[in-house]
Nanobody, 119 residues
Framework: VQLVEAGGGLVQAGGSLRLSCAASGTTFSINAMGWYRQAPGKQRELVAA????????NYADSVKGRFTISRDNAKNTMYLQMNSLKPEDTAVYYCNAATYYSGSFLTVWGQGTQVTVSS
């Protein structure tokens, strides 16, 4: 599985961005997916996660009510709608997929997309 993020950029505080994560390869092996972020000098943290069917989601407390994770399995794409952005949301955002294939579990990461929120 390969993951490619898109949609990052520079936005003013209070603005919105929509990130996408397109999967290719053995996409049938993908189970849960998630978005993580890493700000300079900080550890990578989970932002949001979604189950295979999309029926269950969870969010970091810092983004609840502002961010929405979703996925379209027919398009092999996951999304992160980010509203009411704050300067503290500035980070590189990574998508992540938990896969199971040929008897092995494997976590796959995208290359990341930069989100910068100006005050």
């Amino acid at each position: 599985v390969q993951l490619v993020e898109a949609g990052g950029g520079l936005v003013q505080a209070g603005g919105s961005l929509r990130l996408s994560c397109a999967a290719s390869g053995t996409t049938f092996s993908i189970n849960a997916m998630g978005w993580y972020r890493q700000a300079p000098g900080k550890q990578r943290e989970l932002v949001a996660a979604i189950t295979r069917g999309g029926g269950t989601t969870n969010y970091a407390d810092s983004v609840k009510g502002r961010f929405t994770i979703s996925r379209d399995n027919a398009k092999n794409t996951m999304y992160l709608q980010m509203n009411s952005l704050k300067p503290e949301d500035t980070a590189v955002y990574y998508c992540n997929a938990a896969t199971y294939y040929s008897g092995s579990f494997l976590t796959v990461w995208g290359q990341g997309t930069q989100v910068t929120v100006s005050s």
